[in-house]
């Protein structure tokens, strides 16, 4: 049987050659990024999977996101602040974190799992061993417009959640907790910052390359044919949510 350390020691091991594997991929779309324009067709469509077909339940989320900040926000502002504070600190809210993270979370379940089914089903039938055959860079057709559809799309579906979840926070307010338009958007505007706005695009940026990049790479490591789709699939959720939530912490403590 294997040690406390050598079993540590092999794990170290496997996480350093996944990162490594990672960096390549990453270092691979950089390289073929000349070629953009010519794939534009496959970016224009990967655009559409990723921002315009992910846009209702991007608003149906959004809408019922605005209401909970409503309710919370003047939950913790009882006794504490007056309730004309409420709508700065749900937009303030929504606008740096809940927006771009839970939009970043619902991508990745929705975008970031089915890039990974794709490519490994693609890479299980041996349909990306017949591309290196032919001469085709699996990275350059498969990864490439993927991860710039994302790192394009998810900052504009963060502005449209946003905006809605604004937009909810304020029907909240005004027909349940008696905020009328006016005190509610005159709060946001002498609090609004475009900073608050400029962190939660830098984002939306960083969110989407993770959950383009994560599925990519776990699709290309696929193996053990319908089962190990699967299995990839699960991966790449669970992992591109841990990483989203880790570097929200991290971009957090580099900007404030």
Not at 117 to 123: L, R, T
Not at 170 to 198: C, G, M, P, Q, T
Request: charged share 15%; aromatic share 12%; net charge neutral.
């Amino acid at each position: 049987m294997l040690s406390l350390f050598e079993k540590i020691g092999a794990k170290t091991i496997d996480f350093l050659q996944e990162v490594g594997k990672f960096s390549k991929l990453l270092g691979g779309i950089l390289r073929y990024t000349p070629n953009l324009f010519k794939k534009r067709k496959l970016l224009l469509y990967q655009m559409e999977h990723i921002g315009v077909d992910s846009l209702p339940l991007v608003i149906i989320i959004a809408v019922f996101t605005g209401g909970v900040a409503a309710w919370q926000a003047a939950y913790q502002l009882k006794g504490v602040a007056p309730i004309s504070f409420l709508g700065t600190a749900t937009s303030r809210a929504i606008i740096t974190e809940l927006g771009p993270v839970l939009t970043a979370i619902i991508i990745a379940g929705r975008v970031g799992a089915s890039i990974a089914a794709e490519i490994g089903s693609m890479k299980v039938t041996e349909q990306i061993d017949a591309m290196e055959v032919m001469g085709i860079s699996p990275i350059m057709y498969l990864a490439m417009p993927r991860f710039y559809a994302a790192v394009l799309m998810m900052p504009i579906l963060v502005v449209i959640a946003n905006v809605i979840a604004v937009a909810g926070a304020f029907v909240i307010s005004n027909y349940f907790l008696d905020v009328s338009y006016a005190v509610f958007f005159d709060s946001v505007k002498r609090f609004f910052e475009i900073s608050d706005f400029l962190f939660g695009m830098i984002k939306g940026v960083v969110f989407g390359g993770i959950t383009s990049l994560m599925g990519c790479h776990i699709g290309f490591l696929t193996e053990g044919g319908a089962e190990g789709v699967g299995a990839s699939t699960i991966r790449s959720f669970v992992l591109t949510s841990a990483l989203i939530l880790i570097f929200d912490y991290f971009l957090w403590t580099l900007v404030f």
